[in-house]
């Protein structure tokens, strides 16, 4: 039997030995499908078409005879899978960077020899060595003979500086080495390349995180790396990282094929939350997803892309960010250099820097310190759990306002308010709710009205009954001829992973005996911090309201820092100072965490309007 899978660009003919199922086949072919919910059939994202039977769950659908009897296609003829239409999703790659001082841990480097003769008969490493002070590993030993006479004894290599060992032989025509810097999030993947030797960056470019079909969060991943998965989400996690750096090569030498200039990647840098650190590294994560919480391994570590079957050049440098907790990763770690509250920063304010994604991870920075928590907030600000959300691609919402007594909104991608939307993202659900608090839609504890009636007629049309469920109606015909709308269960979902954020900030700042008044400066990172429009966050209760003014997106602040520890080497070992002096609290065993969270269920009382 075979399936004809096809996309939005290409065919993908694939044949079926024996019956599986659809999704896993997908998965097997790096033809990734949303699965949130692991494949449990409870998301509904993993949504395709087969000819001749129409849309299906591909997490609920057997490739066996039966289907192609289903579909009235004979067995010798392929069943004709069609994939959704998916859009390049607006990923932030910006963000804020300390003060560097150029000192990369690889740079070119050219020698000159003295040629061997009857009186002077030194081994070819020694006399390398005493022309440059350079050692050079066992592995490199057996190309020096052909490296010296092809480059007539001036031979060039990309040298590790702190070791002084030579890291690869290359010609005298090879250009300055490349550095890449890595950040690879639950939901996305955000790459950088810069010139070792200028400290320019030449690239930059993000992607979605293929392991995305085995669930939307981390503890999806770990159930599925238990499951007997691990390989593969390392598999699919290193191919993504492949084809990010071949983005980005390709943006600088359009000329050029990508595999040119692979040979110049010399040193990269990762960072992540520490489960993704543990399925690229194949450490079990199985003992994070319960109590006590405790991964394998939080430190820094030094490897080579062989060692993480990376498609890389297999001695290329690739440094681990170390994480602080179970929960609180190497992205936080990273966005602490990036913001100057790491060690080295020295900041003297009190700070809060904020990461909100499937899991809300904060620390606190005064200067008697740094205290770090973090909460499972779900993945409603990705809009993963809700009815029509989707990542930041081209036409989801990511604005709504009431004016004129009505929503008005915009899409990603669009040139005018009220174009056609295909869904919400994460900045557009938390900001059609604030829209809903402010027009009566719904009221504090997020119960959509049931008196309509008191609404202006362009309001109150858009309150419906459907199926015993309320809804908030945003349109009733989206980009893929589907309605457009907030239910009751979205905006709960929303309202727990608020809670969830705002108890978390509360009980830190009570841990270090502070108001809220007394901090200085809140830093919101991460691709979601970076579309939120804060007075929305204010207006759903996310954030204390003593926060405005105080307020500032960071952008991508895991990216930075990796980018900051590939320039300036220095940084990455302040990252491993940074992370080890970090106090972690456990959120889960305090009651007071309880209690705040309830309170933070409600949502603030809208301003008068008059």
Same mark, same amino acid.
């Given at each position: 039997?075979?399936?004809?899978?096809?996309?939005?660009?290409?065919?993908?003919?694939?044949?079926?030995?024996?019956?599986?199922?659809?999704?896993?086949?997908?998965?097997?072919?790096?033809?990734?499908?949303?699965?949130?919910?692991?494949?449990?059939?409870?998301?509904?994202?993993?949504?395709?078409?087969?000819?001749?039977?129409?849309?299906?769950?591909?997490?609920?659908?057997?490739?066996?005879?039966?289907?192609?009897?289903?579909?009235?296609?004979?067995?010798?003829?392929?069943?004709?899978?069609?994939?959704?239409?998916?859009?390049?999703?607006?990923?932030?790659?910006?963000?804020?960077?300390? $003060?560097?001082?150029?000192?990369?841990? *690889?740079?070119?480097?050219?020698?000159?020899?003295?040629?061997?003769?009857?009186?002077?008969?030194?081994?070819?490493?020694?006399?390398?060595?005493?022309?440059?002070?350079?050692?050079?590993?066992?592995?490199?030993?057996?190309?020096?003979?052909?490296?010296?006479?092809?480059?007539?004894?001036?031979?060039?290599?990309?040298?590790?500086?702190?070791?002084?060992?030579?890291?690869?032989?290359?010609? /005298?025509?090879?250009?300055?080495?490349?550095?890449?810097?890595?950040?690879?999030?639950?939901?996305?993947?955000?790459?950088?390349?810069?010139?070792?030797?200028?400290?320019?960056?030449?690239?930059?470019?993000?992607?979605?995180?293929?392991?995305?079909?085995?669930?939307?969060?981390?503890?999806?991943?770990?159930?599925?790396?238990?499951?007997?998965?691990?390989?593969?989400?390392?598999?699919?996690?290193?191919?993504?990282?492949?084809?990010?750096?071949?983005?980005?090569?390709?943006?600088?030498?359009?000329?050029?094929?990508?595999?040119?200039?692979?040979?110049?990647?010399?040193?990269?840098?990762?960072?992540?939350?520490?489960?993704?650190?543990?399925?690229?590294?194949?450490?079990?994560?199985?003992?994070?997803?319960?109590?006590?919480?405790?991964?394998?391994?939080?430190?820094?570590?030094?490897?080579?892309?062989?060692?993480?079957?990376?498609?890389?050049?297999?001695?290329?440098?690739?440094?681990?960010?170390?994480?602080?907790?179970?929960?609180?990763?190497?992205?936080?770690?990273?966005?602490?250099?990036?913001?100057?509250?790491?060690?080295?920063?020295?900041?003297?304010?009190?700070?809060?820097?904020?990461?909100?994604?499937?899991?809300?991870?904060?620390?606190?920075?005064?200067?008697?310190?740094?205290?770090?928590?973090?909460?499972?907030?779900?993945?409603?600000?990705?809009?993963?759990?809700?009815?029509?959300?989707?990542?930041?691609?081209?036409?989801?919402? /990511?604005?709504?306002?009431?004016?004129?007594?009505?929503?008005?909104?915009?899409?990603?991608?669009?040139?005018?308010?009220?174009?056609?939307?295909?869904?919400?993202?994460?900045?557009?659900?938390?900001?059609?709710?604030?829209?809903?608090?402010?027009?009566?839609?719904?009221?504090?504890?997020?119960?959509?009205?049931?008196?309509?009636?008191?609404?202006?007629?362009?309001?109150?049309?858009?309150?419906?009954?459907?199926?015993?469920?309320?809804?908030?109606?945003?349109?009733?015909?989206?980009?893929?001829? $589907?309605? *457009?709308?907030?239910?009751?269960?979205?905006?709960?979902?929303?309202?727990?992973?608020?809670?969830?954020?705002?108890?978390?900030?509360?009980?830190?700042?009570?841990?270090?005996?502070? $108001?809220?008044?007394?901090?200085?400066?809140?830093?919101?990172?991460?691709?979601?911090?970076?579309?939120?429009?804060?007075?929305?966050?204010?207006?759903?209760?996310?954030?204390?309201?003593?926060?405005?003014?105080?307020?500032?997106?960071?952008?991508?602040?895991?990216?930075?820092?990796?980018?900051?520890?590939?320039?300036?080497?220095?940084?990455?070992?302040?990252?491993?100072?940074?992370?080890?002096?970090?106090?972690?609290?456990?959120?889960?065993?305090?009651?007071?965490?309880?209690?705040?969270?309830?309170?933070?269920?409600?949502?603030?009382?809208?301003?008068?309007?008059?």
């Amino acid at each position: 039997m075979q399936i004809s899978v096809r996309d939005q660009e290409t065919t993908h003919n694939i044949q079926i030995e024996q019956p599986a199922g659809l999704l896993q086949i997908l998965r097997e072919s790096n033809l990734a499908v949303p699965a949130p919910c692991g494949g449990k059939g409870t998301c509904l994202k993993c949504t395709v078409t087969i000819e001749g039977i129409g849309s299906v769950l591909a997490c609920q659908t057997i490739l066996d005879e039966a289907l192609w009897q289903r579909a009235g296609v004979p067995l010798d003829q392929p069943l004709v899978v069609r994939l959704p239409r998916y859009s390049r999703p607006q990923i932030a790659t910006s963000g804020m960077l300390p $003060e560097l001082i150029l000192s990369p841990l *690889v740079a070119r480097q050219s020698v000159i020899v003295d040629e061997p003769s009857l009186k002077d008969q030194r081994a070819d490493d020694e006399r390398f060595f005493d022309a440059s002070g350079l050692s050079i590993p066992y592995r490199l030993l057996s190309q020096l003979p052909d490296v010296f006479r092809r480059s007539k004894y001036h031979p060039t290599a990309y040298v590790r500086i702190d070791t002084r060992e030579v890291l690869r032989f290359v010609t /005298d025509q090879t250009a300055e080495p490349l550095g890449l810097a890595v950040d690879i999030g639950t939901t996305t993947l955000a790459g950088y390349l810069c010139d070792l030797k200028t400290g320019r960056l030449l690239a930059s470019d993000a992607m979605l995180n293929p392991q995305r079909t085995y669930g939307a969060d981390v503890i999806s991943r770990i159930e599925q790396a238990m499951a007997g998965h691990q390989t593969e989400l390392q598999r699919v996690l290193a191919q993504a990282i492949g084809e990010l750096t071949h983005r980005l090569l390709r943006q600088i030498d359009r000329i050029a094929a990508p595999d040119d200039l692979l040979n110049r990647v010399a040193h990269v840098v990762l960072t992540g939350n520490t489960v993704m650190m543990h399925l690229l590294t194949q450490l079990p994560p199985d003992a994070i997803a319960r109590t006590p919480f405790i991964p394998v391994s939080v430190a820094a570590q030094t490897r080579t892309a062989a060692e993480l079957g990376l498609p890389l050049e297999q001695d290329t440098i690739c440094q681990l960010m170390p994480s602080i907790a179970a929960y609180v990763g190497a992205d936080i770690t990273a966005g602490l250099i990036a913001t100057g509250l790491s060690s080295q920063g020295h900041q003297q304010q009190i700070a809060l820097l904020i990461d909100i994604g499937t899991n809300g991870e904060m620390v606190l920075s005064t200067p008697n310190g740094r205290i770090a928590c973090s909460t499972a907030a779900g993945p409603a600000f990705e809009a993963a759990n809700i009815t029509c959300g989707l990542g930041g691609v081209r036409g989801a919402i /990511d604005r709504v306002t009431v004016e004129e007594n009505d929503l008005v909104w915009t899409v990603i991608g669009g040139e005018t308010p009220g174009e056609t939307p295909a869904g919400l993202c994460g900045s557009g659900l938390v900001a059609a709710i604030a829209s809903f608090l402010k027009a009566g839609l719904i009221d504090e504890t997020g119960r959509i009205t049931d008196e309509p009636e008191l609404l202006p007629e362009s309001l109150a049309r858009r309150v419906r009954t459907v199926d015993g469920q309320r809804l908030v109606m945003i349109t009733e015909r989206g980009l893929n001829g $589907e309605p *457009v709308f907030l239910s009751q269960k979205d905006i709960r979902e929303l309202q727990n992973a608020k809670a969830a954020i705002a108890a978390g900030v509360l009980l830190l700042l009570e841990k270090a005996g502070l $108001e809220p008044e007394r901090v200085d400066t809140v830093y919101i990172a991460g691709g979601f911090g970076n579309y939120l429009d804060i007075e929305d966050a204010l207006a759903i209760g996310l954030l204390p309201p003593v926060f405005r003014g105080r307020t500032r997106s960071a952008g991508n602040t895991a990216g930075m820092g990796a980018l900051a520890c590939l320039l300036q080497q220095s940084w990455f070992g302040d990252a491993a100072e940074t992370a080890r002096t970090v106090t972690y609290f456990e959120l889960s065993a305090e009651k007071r965490f309880t209690d705040l969270y309830i309170e933070g269920m409600m949502f603030p009382e809208p301003p008068d309007q008059d």
